[in-house]
């Protein structure tokens, strides 16, 4: 290469040539401007036309503020196991031997961030002041939360703040109580309720509502004559993707959705609830007569005691642990109600350790009147998670943390769209990440993997929000300001009468339908 | 450095070719609202993940990285497009792509969330870039094509 150079750059001799050698890659930079724009503007065209169609923005669903929280509220749990505590954690109490754990375990892992996020976990003005649990182990560790009204771990010394009772019954009595949270075996829920509610105690009570259908029926009589605030603990009511996941219904996205498929999937010991059985727990500090109650003359067993979901007598299977959950999100999205029929299979292929619930389980409910199918199937055997997915002629949405709109091939609404090329088939029509402002059917698929998996707006802001402390914060805003919350007793109708006819129908082996004027199941 | 005309024009396309790479890339991350890192380093693997995990822990230094990260990419890009300033942006855009590697080396064994589009054994993408922008800083083109022949002159001779 000869050529008279500018040796010596902006100092030196500045002629025509060097100025067009030193400006000579510019025009790329001009060609990707044009690819840039010409690109920006269909995007633009596109999702402006996308969003239009759909009537969908990206604002996270409206939740109405709290009311003031100046009034303080008297609490007291019935139940104080695995549950009971998380609950009680959701409050405001934990017991100091967890915080230390978790003090521990933030030091060596940073990334750790569960005592942190309980410090900065919301105070909601409550004092717990009455702690019931037939073992005595699980009482003594809820009366040591009741004192942690600092959050602090075994270093601090707290010392008990609440009174144990030694029945339910008698802290139902005590009058340092305004609200109890009933966490025990589901034998127990209806009983309970109906004693609080005549103690004119509220009540939150863990899900499933009702170990039997006969107990349904006096259990709501009971909260809804006392006029008690009531909330059941499906805490899913919190979850921000199903309040959206509601607008994308209700706007027609999925056009008429004929079948919805949910599941559960498990595959641990404990997930199969066979849970760790207490070194120290036998006769002596177990007071099984009082566990047991009238619903089951068996003698003593560790195994029934800290196992109970494996048996009828106590518990509800698959159907009021997990599979009310499931139909909880779709019945507050869809207001799906009680089914026309159920119809459930399953058997116990895998745990075969003395259980009568079955492991694997299915169960068929029918809306004719909604023109739709709900389908639950679980297996506490296998993890391969299917997820929630509702399926419609234009189009389906898989649901989880986040939510997704998938549009469909052969969709009626979206054909000429399609035709077009502002929808494509292959790729999400409508994207909703928590906490995430943008909609966008083209590169947030990505996001959209990372929220699913937790991964996303865990961290952003430092912080986790708990849908549990959420729900049990709703309850008591609605205890100061007499609203009803989002699981009132008439949704927990529903989600027991749903529950009892899937167990009703493998049970006894048979369809069930739903008489809605008798309100019974024939 | 003396050049063929062949060897020039393959060293001055490879510049613009990663520039335009760069560059697209900022500029995508810039004009959306909801970008951020945190997947990114979340996803994080291998000796070094624990320091990316910390930069996405904290929001203060998350928005630092994602500004730095942003910018970075138009700035390099721009710098090879142009000519401009070439040795500084050849060295930058090694570093950024050095980060990119280092928080997720293809090795075997680890497993990330983000889906990669091809098959990577140890080197992937990211690796060759790299040490491609390498070839460019030892075989600069700035000086003969490109806006530091305005600004720092060919550094050379008159003749050659």
């Known amino acids: 290469m000869t050529m008279e150079d500018n040796k010596q750059g902006l100092l030196g001799r500045m002629d025509r040539r060097?100025?067009?050698?030193?400006?000579?890659?510019?025009?790329?930079?001009?060609?990707?401007?044009?690819?840039?724009w010409r690109k920006r503007r269909k995007d633009h065209y596109l999702q402006h036309s996308l969003?239009?169609?759909?009537?969908?923005?990206?604002?996270?669903?409206?939740?109405?503020?709290?009311?003031?929280?100046?009034?303080?509220?008297?609490?007291?749990?019935?139940?104080?196991?695995?549950?009971?505590?998380?609950?009680?954690?959701?409050?405001?109490?934990?017991?100091?031997e967890l915080i230390q754990a978790w003090k521990e375990a933030a030091l060596i892992d940073s990334d750790d961030k569960r005592y942190e996020d309980f410090l900065a976990q919301e105070d909601l003005n409550v004092e717990l002041n009455g702690v019931c649990d037939v073992y005595d182990i699980r009482a003594e560790r809820g009366l040591l939360a009741s004192g942690n009204v600092a959050r602090e771990g075994t270093d601090a010394g707290v010392t008990p703040k609440a009174r144990r009772y030694r029945t339910y019954q008698e802290l139902l009595e005590a009058d340092d109580i305004d609200a109890v949270i009933i966490a025990t075996p589901d034998h127990w829920h209806a009983q309970m309720t109906i004693d609080a509610a005549m103690a004119g105690?509220?009540?939150?009570?863990?899900?499933?509502?009702?170990r039997t259908l006969e107990e349904t029926y006096p259990m709501v009589d009971a909260v809804k004559e006392s006029g008690i605030c009531f909330q059941l603990g499906h805490q899913g009511r919190q979850t921000e993707s199903y309040l959206k996941a509601r607008e994308a219904v209700e706007k027609g996205l999925l056009g008429n959705i004929n079948l919805i498929e949910v599941c559960t999937n498990r595959n641990t010991p404990n997930g199969a609830w066979q849970y760790e059985i207490d070194e120290e727990a036998g006769p002596h500090n177990i007071d099984w007569k009082q566990f047991s109650g009238p619903y089951s003359d068996h003698p003593f067993s560790l195994e029934r005691y800290f196992r109970w979901r494996c048996w009828w007598d106590y518990g509800t299977g698959l159907s009021g642990d997990l599979f009310t959950h499931e139909y909880d999100a779709i019945n507050q999205i869809l207001d799906l109600g009680i089914p026309y029929s159920a119809v459930s299979s399953g058997g116990i292929y895998h745990f075969k350790d003395g259980r009568e619930v079955p492991d694997v389980w299915q169960v068929t409910c029918e809306y004719p009147a909604r023109d739709l199918t709900l389908l639950y199937s679980a297996s506490l055997a296998s993890s391969r998670n299917r997820g929630k997915v509702l399926m419609g002629h234009d189009g389906h949405m898989e649901l989880g943390n986040s939510l997704t709109?998938?549009?469909?091939?052969?969709?009626?609404?979206?054909?000429?769209?399609?035709?077009?090329g502002i929808i494509d088939p292959e790729k999400p029509l409508f994207n909703y990440i928590p906490g995430k402002k943008n909609v966008d059917a083209v590169s947030s698929a990505t996001e959209a993997y990372f929220a699913g998996r937790g991964l996303l707006y865990t961290y952003r802001g430092g912080r986790r929000v708990d849908t549990t402390h959420l729900h049990i914060k709703e309850w008591l805003d609605c205890i100061r300001s007499g609203q009803q919350p989002s699981c009132n007793i008439d949704q927990g109708f529903q989600e027991a009468i749903t529950a009892q006819m899937a167990i009703i129908s493998y049970r006894e082996n048979r369809k069930v339908y739903w008489d809605p004027d008798r309100q019974i199941i024939i | 450095m003396k050049y063929s005309k062949w060897q020039f024009t393959a060293l001055l396309l490879l510049r613009v070719l990663i520039g335009w790479h760069f560059l697209y890339e900022g500029l995508v991350k810039l004009i959306n609202p909801d970008w951020s890192s945190i997947g990114y380093l979340l996803d994080s693997k291998w000796i070094l993940s624990g320091f990316f995990h910390s930069l996405a822990a904290s929001p203060g230094l998350l928005n630092v990285v994602d500004f730095l990260n942003v910018w970075g990419l138009i700035l390099?890009?721009?710098?090879?497009?142009?000519?401009?300033f070439t040795r500084i942006s050849t060295v930058g855009g090694m570093v950024l792509l050095g980060f990119y590697y280092l928080s997720h080396p293809p090795l075997l064994n680890l497993e990330y969330v983000l889906p990669s589009e091809g098959s990577y054994l140890i080197v992937n993408k990211t690796l060759i870039e790299m040490f491609g922008?390498?070839?460019?800083?030892l075989f600069p083109t700035g000086r003969i094509m490109g806006i530091d022949r305005i600004i720092f002159g060919t550094g050379k001779s008159n003749k050659q």
């Open chain 1, 18 to 36: 060097n100025m067009l050698k030193g400006l000579a890659t510019v025009p790329f930079l001009g060609a990707f401007a044009i690819g840039w």
């Open chain 1, 51 to 96: 969003l239009k169609e759909l009537g969908m923005d990206a604002s996270a669903p409206y939740i109405p503020p709290s009311p003031s929280s100046d009034k303080t509220i008297r609490l007291g749990i019935i139940g104080y196991g695995g549950r009971g505590a998380h609950l009680v954690r959701g409050a405001g109490f934990a017991d100091p």
């Open chain 1, 201 to 210: 105690k509220h009540v939150y009570v863990e899900k499933g509502m009702t």
């Open chain 1, 405 to 420: 709109v998938w549009p469909d091939r052969d969709s009626t609404r979206y054909a000429k769209m399609i035709e077009k």
């Open chain 2, 76 to 84: 390099v890009g721009l710098g090879l497009v142009l000519g401009v």
């Open chain 2, 133 to 137: 922008l390498w070839v460019l800083y």
